[in-house]
């Protein structure tokens, strides 16, 4: 029998906090609640609305993450999950806590829980659209609703493993949920990636030649890098294809004003794919 929506994050309230006192928190009917009494709707897709105050705006509409999921369906970035999963599964136990943060919809963490067996996962999103994939993507993971910016909503120490894959980050907060002995498993695009497609759609954002230098000082008074892989390959996208991959990132804000149509024009093609992931273990 399938799990129920309000069931599925029971295994993981020893990691979650409340995000207005910190006191953890228990289930209670459709929400999880705190002993102050600080309450948090659970959704009936399954995962719970921990945001509160002025919401963090959150770029994947539900246009971004229907690209996003019929893109990663295609298998086009699977180079990409193995190299995540290489170095995740590499540095924890089997039995381990992996948080995802920034997840999406949990193509990268049902990754990692597929070669954990005995893994759960949690991911952390703000776009409501997006988790309801990610609560489907794998029976071990749950997820709830997110700032990054945020101080997060998990106990310290929470985590054996830490996964940011084309995410904002916050390193301190990483510092302080992820276990000593953990990882911090990062994914960021080079200068290299799909260099062709944004040669043929000016509206595409570009990746900002000092993007390493600033994740450097970020992330070094908190970690140390302790393995890396750069991933880089040429796949022929289809016209389709070259427009979800376009649709599923922030650039599709920038589409709206241009004309869609001209990725059908200037696409199929090559498009080189440039990504480095890098274990950090804590300082």
Known sequence: MPVSPFLALEPFLDLLRCPTCGARLHSHRASLRCPVGHTYDIARHGY???????????????????ARDRFLSTG????????????????????????????GTGYYLAGVLDRMPGARGLGLDTSVRALRSATRAHDRAAAVTWDVFRPFPLAEGAADVLL??????NPSQFHRVLRPTGRLVVARPTGRHLAELRGQVPTM???????ERRLHQALDPYFEAAGSRRVEYTTCLTGPEALDLIAMTPSAHHLNRADPADGCRLLP???????????????
């Not at 719970?48 to 229907?66: F, H, I, N, P, Q």
């Not at 970035?77 to 999963?85: E, N």
């Not at 440039?274 to 274990?279: F, G, K, N, R």
């Open 76 to 103: 086009r970035y699977r180079l990409i999950r193995q190299a995540v999963v290489r170095l995740a599964a590499d540095a924890a136990p089997d039995r381990c806590t992996v948080v995802d943060v920034g997840c």
């Open 205 to 211: 954002l570009t990746v900002d030649p000092a993007k």
């Open 164 to 169: 940011n894959v084309f995410a904002p980050r």
């Open 48 to 66: 719970a609305s921990l945001l509160t105050g002025t919401r963090a705006v959150s770029g994947d509409d539900a246009a971004m993450v229907r």
């Open 269 to 283: 093609g090559p498009v080189t794919v440039s990504v480095l992931v890098t274990a950090y273990r804590p300082r």
